[in-house]
């Protein structure tokens, strides 16, 4: 399986900025779709945003508008430009590779370690 990096994540006030990075290290993706996923203190880990290497994408309603996920194939990274951030973003940011075109987390099976990001009111 192919390792996958996040970076990026970090402490930002309300109305701020971050791009995340989700590298594949060391190689390609193993699939076809590369997903962001966010996990909040007691809840769930929710889909955000998903991308095929054909180019398409999908956002999540919660986000939409602020938030766009980009892929560069020479550099195998993925990326989420998080813009407007609320404090209700803050939550750890993982991404990870699928065998489908979806939100839903279970498609997904090669998980990076996750990133955080806290937005301060």
């Known amino acids: 399986q192919v390792q996958l990096l996040e970076s990026g994540g970090g402490l930002v006030q309300a109305g701020g900025s971050l791009r995340l990075s989700c590298a594949a290290s060391?190689?390609?993706?193993?699939?076809?779709?590369i997903g962001w996923f966010r996990q909040a203190p007691g809840k769930g880990r929710e889909g955000v945003s998903c991308?095929?290497?054909?180019?398409?994408?999908m956002i999540s309603n919660f986000v939409t508008g602020r938030f766009t996920i980009s892929m560069d194939n020479a550099k195998n990274t993925v990326y989420l430009q998080m813009t407007d951030l609320k404090p209700e973003d803050t939550a750890v940011y993982y991404c990870?590779?699928?065998?489908?075109?979806?939100?839903?987390?279970?498609?997904?099976?090669?998980w990076g370690q996750g990133t955080q990001v806290t937005v301060s009111s």
């Open positions: 991308i095929s290497r054909r180019g398409a994408t």
């Open positions: 990870a590779t699928g065998r489908a075109f979806s939100l839903d987390k279970s498609v997904y099976s090669n």
């Open positions: 060391g190689s390609t993706f193993d699939t076809d779709y």
